[in-house]
Structure formats: structure tokens, C-alpha cells
């Protein structure tokens, strides 16, 4: 049970170059999130989902977007990548019925140059 | 304002003493009151959580909650250096809501 996991764990990129973050969980969580971590600003909500084939908004979804095809399976997009999107990212997931309990994943570390 | 502020630290005491972590929250409307700790480059994991007000008890750890002031504690007794790590309070309306994070208070606990 290796409950989420995400990939890649580290990635520099250039500004206005492309990547997808993959979040996959084996807990049949209904619920899967996005999150960035800054410091001193805590966690901050990029997007979520609520079941497979919906998405939703969160605090910072700017310059970002998802797909939640499988419902193990949580994609995070940068289309064009800036500066200001160097962060570590941390998808969870959590059962419909109890969101106060969310399982993260290790993070990602993300540098755009 | 924002809807829950926590004081960032860092916070270092020796093995042994009672550590107290708190933050402060806007809405009487939440109803969920969670801590998270994070280790060093790994991901958040829940540590308590209290539904509405009152304390928690699991182990050396206590959870508080004073709806009266919007203030929300955690307790930790005879710490330990393996407690050293960042603690995340967490705000939420309901068990379905969306989770509201502080910005975290790193604690280092000296052996």
C-alpha cells in the first residue's frame, strides 16, 4: 500500500517551458487536491477534485490547470512556467466524508529559472 | 485577515519541556480543528484533530480548542528530538469543506 505517490521528485525548468506533475493514490480516496508550499505561507490550495472527470478551483489557479481522468490519478499542468512558480507541490487525497484528513505525497520540488 | 494566522517561529527548547503551539482564527463558523506536522522535505500528516470545542488527548500530545477567543492550541509533553519538525494548524467548516492551512511554526527540540 503505497498510499500516494508523486513524480517526478525534483525538476528545474525555463521560464515558458512545459511539465506535468503526476499525483497517483491507491486508497480509493474520492477526493484529490493540489496544493503549493512557499515559505512562510503555508499550504496553499491550487486545485481539486472531488471525483473522477471534475475539477475545481482553489486559492491559486492561476497559471495552472488539471485532470482527474482515472480516479486514482491527479494531473497537475504548467503551461508556460514563470519564476513565481518555483515551489515545492504536494498532492492529497482524502475520503468525501472526512476532508479534515488528507494524505500527502513526498512533494515535488520545482525550480523555474 | 486571513482566516487562520499562526506564528511562524522558530521555536527551540530542550528535551523534556512542555511545548505550547498556537494559532488564531477568524471565523466562528469552523467547526474542524486539525494539526499537521511535517518532517523536514517530506509531506504533511495528520496529527490531531478536534471536532467544535474542547481538549484531545493522544499520548504526550494535547488538542485544544476555545471557540469563546478563536484560539486553537497544541500541547506537547516531554518533548522529544524526534518531535522536531514544522506543526501546520488546519481550519474546516464540515467534514466535506475544503482544509485552510496556517503557515506553519518549526519546532526544534535540543537533546
Known amino acids: 500500500n503505497a498510499g500516494v505517490t508523486q513524480t517526478p521528485k525534483f525538476r528545474v525548468l525555463k521560464t515558458g517551458q512545459s511539465m506535468t506533475l503526476l499525483c497517483a493514490q491507491d486508497?480509493?480516496?474520492?477526493?484529490m487536491y493540489w496544493y503549493r508550499q512557499d515559505p512562510g505561507m503555508g499550504l496553499r490550495l491550487i486545485h481539486y477534485?472531488?471525483?473522477?472527470?471534475?475539477?475545481a478551483k482553489g486559492e491559486v489557479p492561476d497559471g495552472y490547470n488539471v485532470s482527474r481522468l482515472k480516479k486514482q490519478n491527479f494531473l497537475l499542468g504548467l503551461e508556460s512556467a514563470a519564476p513565481s512558480q518555483t515551489s515545492v507541490y504536494f498532492c492529497a487525497s482524502s475520503l468525501r466524508t472526512s476532508t479534515y484528513e488528507q494524505y500527502f505525497g513526498p512533494g515535488t520540488r520545482l525550480t523555474v529559472t | 485577515q486571513k482566516e487562520v494566522e499562526q506564528d511562524p517561529g522558530p521555536l527551540s527548547v530542550p528535551e523534556g519541556a512542555i511545548v505550547s503551539l498556537n494559532c488564531t482564527y477568524s471565523?466562528?463558523?469552523?467547526?474542524?480543528f486539525m494539526w499537521y506536522r511535517q518532517y523536514s522535505r517530506k509531506g504533511p500528516e495528520l496529527l490531531m484533530y478536534?471536532?467544535?470545542?474542547g481538549n484531545k488527548e493522544d499520548g504526550r500530545f494535547t488538542a485544544q480548542v476555545d471557540k469563546s477567543s478563536k484560539y486553537i492550541s497544541l500541547f506537547i509533553r516531554d518533548s522529544q528530538p524526534s518531535d522536531s519538525a514544522t506543526y501546520l494548524c488546519a481550519i474546516t467548516y464540515s467534514s466535506a469543506s475544503k482544509i485552510i492551512f496556517g503557515s506553519g511554526t518549526r519546532l526544534s527540540i535540543r537533546p
Open positions: 477534485s472531488v471525483g473522477e472527470g471534475t475539477t
Open positions: 471565523n466562528s463558523a469552523f467547526q474542524y
Open positions: 478536534t471536532y467544535s470545542s
Open positions: 486508497m480509493n480516496h474520492e477526493y
